[in-house]
């Protein structure tokens, strides 16, 4: 398959050096970046690039795709993090295949419309009669629609009766977790270059798992070469859990446990002290910044900037669909932009800095060196937006930071993921949208009516 994107305007490349490049041309071969520059190839499909400002791919670093179900719910829309969950997890009781199903085909297809090209989900929530293949069926959905997959083997043990905060129903036994778990990374887990297949090992956060859960997971994703991820440093309740529990801070009691080093990032991490900044940056421990989910559930602010200036690996997020009601990573790159200009004023990041966190940034937690920038021998993950829009008229000083500092809200032009084209003109290519959305509502129905029954 080859594919060759002419006359591009503006190509903002996010490589090493900055690069801006003006009235280029992009053939992608096999799913590689073959060229850039004035020549032209033979394709199988051409784009004209004309008005064009081409981006990397956007690579989101945490999400929970099951929450696609629970957006914008009244009840909720108010609290913080533990009463949050302690509701929902009364409606996630009844997750089963088909809400899984139909929430990952309506979330991976958002993000894949806003330009995004990898996700990483986090599905740590396995009820009782739910069957064992959800994560199965994650890998099949992303499969059909073309997205890059980094899927993650979650869990919780830790319930009410055991001092934890999730319910009997949606928690697990260690030695099922870690059967599950090894199945899972044996059957779809593609450590090679330009993979679309990958996947993790992630207990849910301290407060709803195990110190041997933790411990043993840690110990199988290093046996099976794998990356770890959870949750921390999210709210003060959670430092207060592991203060009162074991004694230690969060990010203290998960480096006990052995979850510090290259192989892992944690989501959120908000509240971390001076001393455990500066752990994370001895040990390249990364951090998935979640900005929106962040400001709805009240939770703060993370010290991205001084992260950033410490070479700490940090990536962009939308996080879980419920706790920030979208998934539109271009979304998030304004709010991160705007946020840390609140906070931080002249030291926050610019609105290009936040973009290549939300591309090379993202990649380099992910453990991926193939993805995240657009130059020759690099996957042909990118997407496309027209500039002659009424929204974008005068903008064109500064295109590497548009999307911090004006934003944009709508669908792009061409996603194309893999050198394939996944997302024309706005639309998706590879499903029939007004079908999805019928049947993704009908199981939105059948979800929300259980847990009234």
């Not at 040990?283 to 991205?304: D, E, F, Q, W, Y």
Request: hydrophobic letters at 35%.
């Amino acid at each position: 398959m080859r594919l060759f994107i002419k006359n591009i305007d503006t190509l903002v490349t996010c490589d090493d050096s900055d690069n801006v490049l003006k009235n280029v041309n992009v053939f992608i071969e096999n799913g590689v970046i073959k060229h850039i520059g004035k020549e032209t190839f033979e394709s199988d499909e051409i784009i004209d690039g004309k008005d064009m400002i081409v981006y990397p791919g956007l690579i989101n670093t945490h999400h929970h795709l099951y929450q696609t179900f629970t957006r914008n719910l009244p009840e909720v829309q108010n609290m913080e993090l533990f009463p949050w969950l302690k509701y929902l997890y009364e409606i996630w009781k009844g997750l089963d295949e088909e809400s899984i199903r139909y929430s990952s085909m309506t979330g991976l297809s958002e993000l894949l419309k806003c330009g995004c090209t990898t996700c990483f989900d986090h599905h740590y929530v396995f009820p009782e009669n739910a069957g064992n293949t959800l994560i199965d069926t994650q890998f099949e959905v992303a499969s059909r629609l073309g997205i890059r997959m980094h899927a993650s083997r979650g869990s919780m043990d830790l319930s009410k009766k055991d001092g934890g905060l999730p319910g009997d129903s949606v928690v697990q036994d260690i030695d099922t977790i870690l059967y599950d778990s090894e199945r899972i990374v044996k059957k779809y887990h593609d450590n090679n270059r330009f993979s679309m297949r990958q996947v993790a090992l992630a207990p849910c956060s301290p407060f709803s798992v195990s110190k041997e859960l933790l411990k043993e997971s840690a110990i199988l994703a290093r046996k099976l070469n794998v990356r770890l991820h959870t949750h921390l440093a999210e709210t003060l309740d959670e430092e207060n859990f592991t203060l009162e529990k074991y004694k230690m801070r969060p990010l203290e009691y998960m480096e006990s446990l052995g979850w510090i080093g290259e192989d892992v990032w944690f989501a959120h991490g908000i509240h971390f002290n001076d001393e455990e900044i500066k752990r994370l940056k001895e040990t390249k421990t990364g951090v998935a910044h979640c900005p929106i989910s962040n400001m709805k559930l009240s939770s703060g602010i993370a010290r991205i900037p001084e992260m950033i200036d410490l070479d700490i690996p940090v990536g962009l997020a939308v996080d879980g669909s419920a706790s920030n009601d979208g998934s539109n990573l271009l979304e998030e790159i304004r709010v991160a932009y705007l946020l840390h200009r609140l906070k931080w004023s002249s030291k926050a990041p610019t609105g290009y800095d936040i973009l290549k966190l939300a591309t090379k940034g993202s990649a380099r937690i992910l453990g991926r060196t193939d993805i995240g920038q657009i130059k020759e021998s690099m996957a042909g993950d990118l997407f496309m937006i027209n500039k002659n829009r009424i929204e974008l008229v005068g903008t064109s000083y500064d295109p590497k930071s548009l999307l911090g500092t004006v934003g944009f809200k709508g669908s792009v032009d061409y996603t194309i993921v893999n050198g394939k084209i996944v997302v024309k003109g706005g639309r998706l290519v590879n499903i029939d949208e007004e079908k999805i959305i019928y049947k993704a509502n009908e199981a939105v129905t059948r979800l929300i009516n259980k847990s009234k029954i």
